[in-house]
């Protein structure tokens, strides 16, 4: 089971980045996909949850309208889309995957375990 993040990189606050989260090992439709971060110094925060099977989405309060979260079946991938971002959206962004969820919200919150887990790619934004 493997699970690649990347798309990260420096950016200017107001730029925009798309991370990708590929997959492996595991019937990637079955699952949900969160994204995750971690800014130095702050907790990790759940951002973005989709269930594959059903496409339902959740957004953190803190980037919603700014992310958008989606996932490519045939691919066995996960995009994030960030747009306009801000200098506090600096942190290491990871995805991971559970099995399908009844709400998503609830996999974004930490009430669930996480099945697996990929390395982070970092996303710096500049002022």
């Known amino acids: 089971v493997q699970l690649q993040a990347s798309g990260g990189g420096l950016v200017q606050a107001g730029g925009s980045l798309r991370l990708s989260c590929t997959a492996s090992g595991f019937v990637f439709e ?21 269930n594959n099977s059903d496409g339902n989405r959740f957004y953190a309060d803190s980037v919603k309208g700014r992310f958008t979260v989606s996932s490519d079946i045939a691919e066995n991938t996960s995009y994030l889309q960030i747009d306009s971002l801000k200098p506090e959206d600096t942190a290491v962004y990871y995805c991971a995957a559970h099995p399908r969820v009844a709400y998503v919200k609830a996999l974004c919150l930490g009430y669930y375990g996480m099945d697996y887990w990929g390395e982070g790619t970092q996303v710096t934004v500049s002022s």
């Open 30 to 50: 079955d699952y949900a996909i969160g994204w995750f971060r971690r800014a130095p110094g702050k907790e990790r925060e759940g951002v973005s949850c989709i």
